[in-house]
């Protein structure tokens, strides 16, 4: 007797714990499918998951890549030509006399070559830098420039290069401050410095008989900028930027990265999103009061009184931008919350 009570005892707590597992596993999954973080966006902060992201749009979608050639290029007009992964894009311009390069991200430094045999043989005798970063002039050297070949950058990128000392960006040997025109052939490109935003020495590339316009890491095409406004150094000048690059004439625009080319469309949107982001976070700002909720024994630690304050103010921003832009630019989700980090900051020490 005493045995089979035992038995019933074990069967019913192994029935109750299965029940339990199947409650909470159905809790956990209604949770992960609408808001796991109570009080706060679907969007994820900073270092949680949340699962898939959201899907990205088709328009921001461009031309798929041949796997085999591991990239593509794209003709822009008159002898000018984009390369892209469809993460980054740099251009090169054949002339009468050769080609000039400009950028070489060293991701598929080595087909640009290729990319550049599809279309002549004649050799490289320019490579123009868009900036000093890595990502977009380290495979430099892989296009085996000689001491002829001409490396033009603005003079705030050389300084950059001598400091970094880095052999894969071999220093430039023919450097300008405001501006310098190009013209090889019967091809030109004005070059214009207009000030630190992304980097110092980050160039505007325009060529005028193609009508294209190359400025790198400023405006993401059907994109959310990259994190921290393509962890811009100077905010208050990259919003500019992006107004500068609103009101120029030009046709066809290479960011130097996502999948596409840009139009004044994606730069007005983009504009767009930044004016409401910036307005969202200032009133965040105002309506916020330092200390608010925060545990007594906090109150000496000025460290935890604004993470708190900023805390409050970032989630107020992120739930008010979401319904608003997360079907607009593809990853919005991804980078809001570093948005909106970068917003408030940069208004409360760089704005009155
Ligand atoms: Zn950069």
Redesign the pocket.
């Known amino acids: 007797m005493k045995k089979i009570n035992k038995i019933q005892r074990a069967i019913t707590f192994i029935c109750a714990f299965m029940l339990f597992a199947v409650v909470a596993s159905a809790q956990y999954s209604s949770r992960s499918a609408s808001n796991p973080y109570p009080d706060k966006p679907l969007i994820a902060p900073i270092g949680e998951r949340i699962g898939k992201y959201i899907t990205v749009n088709e328009s921001a979608k461009g031309p798929s890549i041949d796997a085999g050639k591991g990239y593509r290029l794209q003709e822009l007009g008159k002898g000018l030509y984009m390369i892209t992964d469809n993460i980054y894009q740099s251009m090169f311009m054949v002339y009468e006399n050769g080609v000039v390069v400009v950028d070489a991200p060293p991701i598929y430094a080595t087909r640009i070559t290729k990319a550049i045999a599809e279309i002549t043989k004649k050799p490289i005798t320019h490579i123009i830098y ?4 890595i ?2 002039i380290g495979g430099a050297k892989t296009l085996n420039p000689n001491k002829g070949t001409i490396i033009i950058a603005q003079e705030e990128t050389k300084r950059l290069l001598e400091r970094a000392n880095d052999m894969n960006r071999p220093i430039p040997t023919l450097t300008f401050k405001d501006n310098y025109i190009l013209k090889v052939g019967s091809n030109i490109l004005e070059l214009s410095y207009h000030g630190n935003a ?2 110092p020495g ?1 160039i505007f590339i325009y060529a005028p008989k193609q009508k294209t316009l190359m400025v ?2 400023i405006i993401f095409p059907g994109w959310m900028p990259w994190r921290r406004f ?2 811009a150094q100077d905010i208050p000048a990259y919003f500019i930027q992006v107004e500068e690059i609103n009101k120029l004439k030009w046709d066809i625009l290479v960011s ?1 990265h996502v999948e596409r080319t840009g139009t004044h469309a994606d730069v007005a949107l983009q504009l767009e999103f930044m004016n409401d982001l910036k307005n969202i976070a200032r009133q965040a700002l105002a309506n916020t009061k330092p200390g608010q909720g925060l545990d007594p024994a906090d109150t000496k630690n000025p460290w935890a009184i604004f993470d708190n304050y900023i805390d409050r103010v970032v989630i107020q921003c992120v739930n008010a931008l979401t319904p608003r832009w997360s079907s607009k630019l593809a990853g919005f989700d991804v980078y809001i919350w570093d948005q909106c980090y970068a917003m408030e900051q940069s208004l409360r020490i760089d704005e009155q």
């Open positions: 868009s900036h000093a970063h990502d977009h992304h980097e980050n790198a890491d393509a962890l130097g």
